[in-house]
């Protein structure tokens, strides 16, 4: 049996991606690699519109690694972060800040909700350096108002720094529009790559904290990979299977457009969430990113029974949620290469397993 991963990463990749990993690498150290590298900063910088001057880094780590090298290169034990603490993504930055001796506060909503708008007004962000977010919370589904946090962050002179992991490329994200400072990607959500490629895109603010404060990482000291960067490389090994294979998947998205990625997204999750309408399962967040369905049953199905059974009763993977939620959420994601017929099959097998 073929498994179909419903999961939010790695995701169902593309035949063209798959092939591509199959090849010989080239060396890196070459004006021709350094050509693919710099295409793909271009894009992606273009994609997020991110504004003039800023630049995007190439890191190998997964997407946590670039999440603690925009915290450790643009804060110091002197500044004061506002941290939007929606779930576990949102306690990653909270947990990253704690081991790097960040000081923070976290504004913590309840399970797929967000947080009051009063917790994050101009006023309030005075008191910060900088206002930390997860775009979409992957463990809850839930989607934040990015566009309101950015426009407060930016009238009170505070640094936004944005996880969009979960969500580029699937909802709207636009640096220059929501005046974002450091947006941080990674390869094996939407990009639909495999896992080990993350990018960090600062803008031009960003950059000049990164030239002024001092680091203690060697290996995320993010000045050397600004340098290098100039001429499409970086300091150490990149993922070079991973880089070649983004190049395609971005010249992919350059030709389809990314407005249309985003409303294929939204359409895709909007069929889904109108299939289980009859099923005993409900939506979990109040606002949800069109990244994926995080549902609750409703007919008191353990929402990790209902994982595991898909998995290996159907060969279908749903992504099981851990902590508080793991008995009540499961997650279905709508990124990569999945098709009308994948929906129908899960929803064929969902309606089984909570029957
Ligand atoms: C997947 C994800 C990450 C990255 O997790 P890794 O396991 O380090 O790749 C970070 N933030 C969000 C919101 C995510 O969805």
Same mark, same amino acid.
């Given at each position: 049996?073929?498994?179909?991963?419903?999961?939010?990463?790695?995701?169902?990749?593309?035949?063209?991606?798959?092939?591509?990993?199959?090849?010989?690498?080239?060396?890196?150290?070459?004006?021709?690699?350094?050509?693919?590298? $710099?295409?793909?900063?271009?894009?992606?910088?273009?994609?997020?519109?991110?504004?003039?001057?800023?630049?995007?880094?190439? $890191?190998?780590?997964?997407?946590?690694?670039?999440?603690?090298?925009?915290?450790?290169?643009?804060?110091?034990?002197?500044?004061?972060?506002?941290?939007?603490?929606?779930?576990?993504?949102?306690?990653?930055?909270?947990?990253? #800040?704690?081991?790097?001796?960040?000081?923070?506060?976290?504004?913590? !909503?309840?399970?797929?909700?967000?947080?009051? !708008?009063?917790?994050?007004?101009?006023?309030?962000?005075?008191?910060?350096?900088? $206002?930390?977010?997860?775009?979409?919370?992957?463990?809850?589904?839930?989607?934040?108002?990015?566009?309101?946090?950015?426009?407060?962050?930016?009238?009170?002179?505070?640094?936004?720094?944005?996880?969009?992991?979960?969500?580029?490329? #699937?909802?709207?994200?636009?640096?220059?529009?929501?005046?974002?400072?450091?947006?941080?990607?990674?390869?094996?959500?939407?990009?639909? $790559?495999?896992?080990?490629?993350?990018?960090?895109?600062?803008?031009?603010?960003?950059?000049?904290?990164?030239?002024?404060?001092?680091?203690?990482?060697?290996?995320?000291?993010?000045?050397?990979?600004?340098?290098?960067?100039?001429?499409?490389?970086?300091?150490?090994?990149?993922?070079?299977?991973?880089?070649?294979?983004?190049?395609?998947?971005?010249?992919?998205?350059?030709?389809?457009?990314?407005?249309?990625?985003?409303?294929?997204?939204?359409?895709?999750?909007?069929?889904?969430?109108?299939?289980?309408?009859?099923?005993?399962?409900?939506?979990?967040?109040?606002? !949800?990113?069109?990244?994926?369905?995080?549902?609750?049953?409703?007919?008191?199905?353990?929402?990790?029974?209902?994982?595991?059974?898909?998995?290996?009763?159907?060969?279908?993977?749903?992504? !099981?949620?851990?902590?508080?939620?793991?008995?009540?959420?499961?997650?279905?994601?709508?990124?990569?290469?999945?098709?009308?017929?994948?929906?129908?099959?899960?929803?064929?097998?969902?309606?089984?397993?909570?029957?």
């Amino acid at each position: 049996m073929e498994n179909t991963l419903f999961t939010v990463g790695p995701v169902q990749m593309h035949e063209d991606i798959l092939a591509l990993g199959g090849e010989q690498l080239p060396y890196f150290r070459t004006a021709s690699f350094s050509a693919i590298t $710099l295409f793909c900063e271009k894009t992606i910088r273009r994609l997020a519109n991110a504004p003039d001057g800023s630049r995007a880094l190439f $890191l190998t780590s997964s997407g946590t690694g670039a999440m603690e090298a925009a915290i450790i290169n643009l804060l110091t034990t002197k500044d004061s972060a506002l941290i939007v603490n929606g779930g576990s993504f949102g306690q990653r930055f909270c947990d990253i #800040c704690a081991d790097d001796g960040i000081p923070f506060h976290a504004l913590t !909503p309840e399970p797929g909700t967000s947080p009051a !708008p009063s917790g994050y007004t101009e006023d309030k962000l005075r008191d910060y350096s900088a $206002l930390l977010v997860n775009a979409h919370e992957t463990s809850t589904g839930q989607l934040f108002d990015i566009e309101t946090m950015g426009s407060n962050c930016r009238k009170a002179g505070c640094l936004f720094i944005v996880d969009a992991i979960s969500s580029f490329l #699937c909802d709207p994200i636009d640096m220059d529009a929501m005046g974002i400072d450091a947006l941080i990607v990674s390869s094996q959500k939407a990009l639909a $790559l495999p896992p080990g490629l993350s990018i960090l895109i600062l803008s031009r603010r960003a950059i000049e904290r990164v030239m002024k404060n001092s680091v203690n990482s060697h290996y995320f000291g993010l000045r050397k990979y600004l340098k290098d960067a100039e001429r499409g490389q970086t300091p150490f090994t990149p993922a070079v299977g991973i880089l070649l294979q983004l190049e395609r998947r971005l010249r992919r998205i350059e030709e389809l457009g990314v407005r249309r990625l985003i409303d294929s997204s939204a359409e895709s999750a909007n069929r889904f969430r109108s299939m289980v309408a009859a099923l005993p399962v409900k939506m979990f967040p109040d606002k !949800p990113s069109n990244a994926l369905s995080a549902l609750s049953p409703t007919n008191g199905a353990d929402a990790y029974d209902v994982f595991t059974t898909l998995a290996e009763k159907y060969g279908l993977y749903v992504t !099981p949620n851990g902590g508080d939620l793991r008995r009540k959420v499961f997650r279905v994601g709508h990124m990569g290469n999945l098709t009308e017929d994948d929906y129908r099959a899960l929803v064929k097998a969902l309606s089984e397993v909570l029957r």
